[in-house]
């Protein structure tokens, strides 16, 4: 029996118009999975299918937790997902895609093995940026960041790996310091062009 053979599902030999399943993938899934982005988990995922005359409607809902590394401090975090998603499904010579979220599978086949779709599900429903509660970053990890982001040794600026001010008022802060020193270079250049 292979690693995810119980995510097969038989299209072919569906009998009712409507079939339910329901998933819960764990660190061994995760595992199995083999990709860098989550390797662990639990996220429950609810499966519905439903036949037409022409396709197969599958219906997913994801609900669970993964561990991610931290965007700030490279330490795991646990970042809720929940995702409703939606996959159609068509009997064809091969196997394929056509458009947008349609799956075409051979008929003689007959079956659709939904764990890399399931996984798929779960990384698109993980945002962009994800990073720690103020406060709960690595510490160590934390001083030296703090270190870098001073301009000056003396500087004492707001923190914003571990709390007080919003930590985008603290990046537009050092943005607009940047952006008021002026490079005396342009200040030539601009005399060239006020001559002309």
């Avoid at 005359?53 to 795991?76: H, K, M, N, S």
């Avoid at 895609?97 to 086949?109: A, H, R, T, W, Y």
Wanted: one cysteine or more.
């Amino acid at each position: 029996m292979g690693k995810f053979d119980k995510y097969k599902i038989d299209l072919k030999g569906m009998q009712a118009g409507s079939a339910n399943y329901e998933f819960v993938l764990d660190n061994q899934f995760f595992a199995d999975i083999d990709s860098p982005e989550v390797q662990k988990g639990k996220v429950t995922v609810t499966l519905t299918v439903k036949k037409s005359a022409r396709a197969f409607e599958l219906d997913f809902q994801t609900e669970g937790v993964v561990w991610v590394p931290c965007d700030r401090c490279l330490d795991d975090m646990e970042q809720p997902v929940k995702s409703a998603d939606k996959l159609m499904v068509k009997f064809g010579r091969e196997l394929g895609e056509e458009g947008n979220n349609l799956i075409v599978i051979p008929e003689d086949e007959g079956s659709i093995n939904v764990a890399w779709f399931m996984y798929e599900f779960i990384i698109l429903s993980i945002p962009m940026k994800h990073v720690h509660a103020p406060g709960k970053c690595n510490k160590a990890m934390h001083s030296k960041l703090h270190k870098h982001l001073r301009t000056a040794p003396g500087d004492e600026q707001d923190d914003p790996f571990m709390g007080g001010e919003e930590e985008l008022e603290g990046d537009h802060a050092l943005e607009s310091d940047e952006s008021s020193a002026v490079d005396p270079r342009w200040n030539e250049l601009n005399k060239l062009i006020d001559n002309n």
